[in-house]
C-alpha cells in the first residue's frame, strides 16, 4: 500500500470538491436496498468466505512478486477462484512493468566488529559489483540531514539513513518510511553515494525481518545499491557506529532489472441488471512482496472485495449495477496495474459509480471518507449508518481517495470513498518475510467483507450517482 | 539452555538428598554478611553494569558459534572485560569440541505448491548433497508418532515432525521440543530417512525466525541434513499437506563437521581472603547459536555473573571465599564447557562451595530451588530472605542443578542452586535471528545481578558448606 499523511489542506479543499454540481437533485438509497444492505453485512459478519480465499491464495501460491515464477500462477489462480465462486464474466487485462529480479542479498559490517547484518534489497536496487561492495558508512538520521549533507561527504559511501516510525492506528509515519525508501536511495546516487542503506520502513523494533520496497528509481542507469536493513540491525549499526571508529559494511545484492514483463490485472464482475454499464469498481492488488506470503499485503484485499461480490452473488437478483472486483497487477513497484486500468478506462470514468480497493491490512475498518458530489452526501450518510454498528465512524471532513491503485482512477474525477483499516501493527509485518497467514483474524477480516459488500450494494442500487465525472475531484487532497 | 520438566520423583528425592549428613552442625550466614549481602542487593537494583556488559559483548562480538570466527574474539572480550572490570584473576582452560560449520541453507516447496520456505539446519546435521536433495514429505504430530511409525513409510523420505509448544514461565514445554530436535533426526536417520524437517523449538507463532539448535548426531556417519521451520513455515507446510496430495521439499543444506576446535572456558576470580582455595562458582556461557547476537542466550548469563562479580569487588574488602564467574565455552553444541570443567575439577569437589549457572534468559527470577545438605537449609532460608524483597520465591521441595554447564559439576557433588528466571518469552526468541539486546530489559537484568550477588556474596561468608563432597546428590533428579 501507500499512504501519505492527510493535510488540512485536504480536508478544506474536500469540501470544496463537488460544490459546483450543488443544486443537483439528492441521491439516495432506496430504503429496500438499505434493508438488502444490512442483511448482507449481517450475514457477512459470520461468514468465512473472505478468510479462505486469502488462505487459498497464500498457501496455493504464496509470495507474488511481480513478474516472478508465481505472478501468471497468481493470475490463473485468481481467474479460478472468481469462476468458483460464481462471477458473471471473467477476464484480464494486460499490464506491462519493467521485471526487476531479487536473487540473493547479504551484509554484514567489515570493522571495527565484523558480524552479519538481516539486510533485504529494495526494488530496482542495482546489484553490487559480483563479491560484493565495501565502503564506509555515514549515517543520517533523515531524508533532510541527507539532503542537506555536503556531496563530498557522502561520495563512494554507503549512506545509512535511520529515520524511525512509530505505530499509529492511520499509519501515518509511513509517511516518514517510504519517503525515505523511495526518495533517499535516489538522492544518495546523485551525491555519488556507493550503495544505500535504511532503517526499515516499519515499526516491529525487535524483529530482524527487513522490509522491503520500492525506491524512486525508474532508469537503471542511475540506481545504486539500496537495501534495508530490520530495525534491531539499525539499532545494532547505530551502536557500532556509536564507537566513534570508522564502520565499514560489504554488501552483496544480486539483483537487478533484467528486462519487461507482461502481466494482467484480473477482473471479475457481477453484471448489473438494470444498468450493466454502470460500474462499482472495488478490490485489491494481487502482486505482493516476495519475502513474505502477501496476507496482509494485499492478499486479504483481493479476499475482501471477491468475498463481498461472493455476498451480493448470493442474493436471489443482480444488483442494479454492476460490480467489478478487480484484482490488480504491480501496485508494489509503482501503481502498474491502477495506472494501466485508468489509462484503459479513462473515457468510462462518469460510469465508474463510486469505488474503492482494500490495501492497508486484513483488520477492522474504523473509519469512512468519502470524496462525491454534495448532493450525494446524503447517500454516503445512509452507508454510514449501515457500517456504523460494525464499528466504522464517517468523518465527513476528509476526502476518500479510492485506495491504491483505484487512486488512479479517482485523479481522473471517480467518485470514492477511504475505508479506513486499523493500521496500528500493519508496518510490524508489512513487505517483510511476517506477511504470512497468521496475520489474519478471519473476524475482523468478515467485517471489512460485511463493509464492502454494504456499501457497494448500496451504490449499486443508489438512485442517482456519486458526481464521477473527468476531473470531478482533482484537488480534493486526498493521497490514496 | 537445556531444561528438562522437574518430576515428582525429582522432588521426593530432593528431600532425601543429604538426608545421611543431618547431624552437621548447621551452616549460617552471619548477619553482618546478610546486612553487606542486602546493600548489595540494593545497588545492584540500580545499577547498569550487567547491561552495558551484555551490549559491549553483542555488540562488539555479535554472534559466536563455538568454533566460528567470533569464537576467539569472543575469548578475547571476555578475558578484557574481566581484567577491566577488576578481578583478582583471569584465566582460561581449554576445552576441545567437533568443530561443525554452517555455510548456507534454503528449502522450498517444489510441488504442489512452489514457494520458499523458512529454515535453519540444526547443529551437527549433515550438509545435502550438492545441489539439494528434494523427496517427499511425511508429517508426524509428535516424536512419539515417528517411533511408532512402519520405517517403510519413512524410507527416502523427508520425515516431517510438527510437534507444539506452549509459553509457560518455567519454560517446561521445551521438553517437547528440545526431545524432538535431538532424538528425532537420529530416529529418522535409522528408519532410512532422507532428511528431518522439525517445527521449531520455540513459541513465537507470528515469527519467520526457525530455531537452530543441537541434534542427537555425534557420528558424523549417522547424520543425515536436519533442519527447523519456523513456526509460520510449519502452519503453512503443514496446510499444503492438507490437500492430500504428495508433497515434494528441495533441501539445499551446506553445513558438517570439519574438524575439532580448541577454545576455553574463561575465567574470572575475586580471590578469597580467608578460604581462597573454596570456590563459590557462578558464570554463563560465551557461545552463542549464530543467527542472532546471542543476547538471551547466553550474553545475559554471562553478563549476570560478570557483573555480580563487580558488585563484590566494589566491597571495601574481598569476601572469604573465592568467587569464580566462568564464562562456558561451548554450552550449545553439547556442554563442552561444562564438562570440561567438571572434568578437570573432579577432585576439588568439595571445595565448591554453592554454584549456579545463569542460561535462561534476562527476565526476572521468580523461583530458588537448592540442593545443599539438610543443615544447610537454614542457610538458604538466609540467602531466601535476601532475595524475597525483589521477586524470588524459594521453593523447598525441588532439588537445584547448578544451571547448564555447572550442571556437570552438581553431578559430582556440588551443592547448587537454581535461580529460575521467567521464561514465558524465552523460545519466543532462544536460537533464532531475534536473540538481540533489544530483548533484554535492563531493569529485569538488574534484578538478576542483585540476586547473584547478594546469593554468591552469602555463601562465599557462610560460617560452614553446604554438602558438596562427591556423588553427594547425585540421586536428587536435578535436571540442570
Request: glycine residues 12%; contains cysteine; charged residues 25%.
Amino acid at each position: 500500500m501507500r499512504r501519505l499523511p492527510l493535510t488540512l489542506l485536504a480536508a478544506s479543499l474536500a469540501l470544496a470538491a463537488g460544490a459546483s454540481s450543488a443544486a443537483d437533485k439528492a441521491t439516495t438509497i432506496p430504503q429496500s436496498a438499505v434493508k438488502t444492505a444490512e442483511q448482507l453485512r449481517d450475514k457477512a459478519m459470520g461468514d468465512d468466505t473472505g478468510y479462505k480465499i486469502v488462505e487459498s491464495l497464500t498457501t496455493e501460491v504464496g509470495p507474488r512478486i511481480a513478474g516472478g515464477p508465481n505472478d501468471q500462477r497468481g493470475r490463473d489462480w485468481a481467474v479460478a477462484k472468481f469462476k468458483e465462486l460464481g462471477y458473471d464474466k471473467v477476464y484480464t487485462e494486460t499490464v506491462t512493468y519493467p521485471l526487476w529480479e531479487r536473487r540473493s542479498e547479504h551484509a554484514a559490517i567489515v570493522g571495527p566488529f565484523p558480524q552479519p547484518l538481516a539486510v533485504i534489497a529494495l526494488g530496482y536496487s542495482a546489484g553490487t559489483p559480483k563479491g560484493g561492495l565495501t565502503a564506509e558508512v555515514v549515517k543520517f538520521d533523515s531524508l533532510d540531514a541527507l539532503k542537506k549533507a555536503d556531496p563530498a561527504s557522502v561520495k563512494g559511501k554507503i549512506v545509512f539513513v535511520n529515520a524511525k516510525m512509530a505505530r499509529h492506528r492511520d499509519g501515518h509515519d509511513y509517511g516518514i518510511g517510504s519517503a525515505v525508501r523511495t526518495g533517499g536511495p535516489v538522492l544518495a546516487s546523485k551525491m555519488g553515494a556507493a550503495a544505500f542503506l535504511l532503517r526499515s520502513a516499519g515499526t516491529d523494533e525487535h524483529s530482524r525481518t527487513p522490509h522491503t520496497g520500492v525506491t524512486g528509481f525508474r532508469d537503471p542507469k542511475e540506481a545504486i545499491p539500496a537495501a534495508a536493513l530490520s530495525l534491531p540491525d539499525a539499532d545494532q549499526l547505530d551502536r557500532v557506529l556509536g564507537y566513534g571508529k570508522p564502520v565499514s559494511i560489504k554488501l552483496d545484492l544480486d539483483c537487478g532489472i533484467t528486462g519487461t514483463y507482461t502481466g494482467a490485472n484480473v477482473i471479475g464482475e457481477i453484471t448489473g441488471k438494470k444498468y450493466p454499464d454502470q460500474i462499482v469498481p472495488i478490490g485489491g492488488h494481487l502482486d505482493s512482496w516476495d519475502p513474505g506470503t502477501g496476507a496482509i499485503d494485499d492478499g486479504a484485499g483481493v479476499a475482501i472485495a471477491m468475498a463481498a461480490g461472493k455476498m451480493i452473488l448470493s442474493l436471489p437478483q443482480r444488483p442494479d449495477r454492476t460490480i467489478r472486483v478487480i484484482a490488480f497487477a504491480n501496485e508494489e513497484m509503482g501503481l502498474f496495474g491502477g495506472r494501466a486500468y485508468a489509462d484503459k478506462h479513462a473515457s468510462e470514468v462518469s460510469k465508474h459509480q463510486l469505488g474503492t480497493e482494500s490495501d492497508f491490512g486484513a483488520r477492522k475498518i474504523w473509519r469512512m471518507t468519502a470524496s462525491v458530489k454534495p448532493s450525494a452526501r446524503g447517500a454516503i450518510e445512509q452507508i454510514a449508518k449501515v457500517i456504523e454498528p460494525v464499528g466504522v465512524a464517517y468523518d465527513p471532513q476528509h476526502p476518500g481517495g479510492g485506495g491504491s491503485d483505484l487512486s488512479q482512477m479517482h485523479a481522473k474525477g471517480m467518485a470514492a470513498l477511504t475505508l479506513t483499516q486499523d493500521g496500528t501493527d500493519y508496518f510490524d509485518y508489512h513487505h517483510t518475510a511476517n506477511d504470512t497467514l497468521d496475520k489474519i483474524d478471519p473476524r475482523e477480516l468478515a467485517q471489512n467483507v460485511a463493509v464492502y459488500a454494504a456499501f457497494s450494494y448500496m451504490a449499486a442500487q443508489a438512485d442517482g450517482d456519486f458526481g464521477s465525472a473527468p476531473d470531478a475531484f482533482k484537488n480534493d487532497g486526498a493521497r490514496d
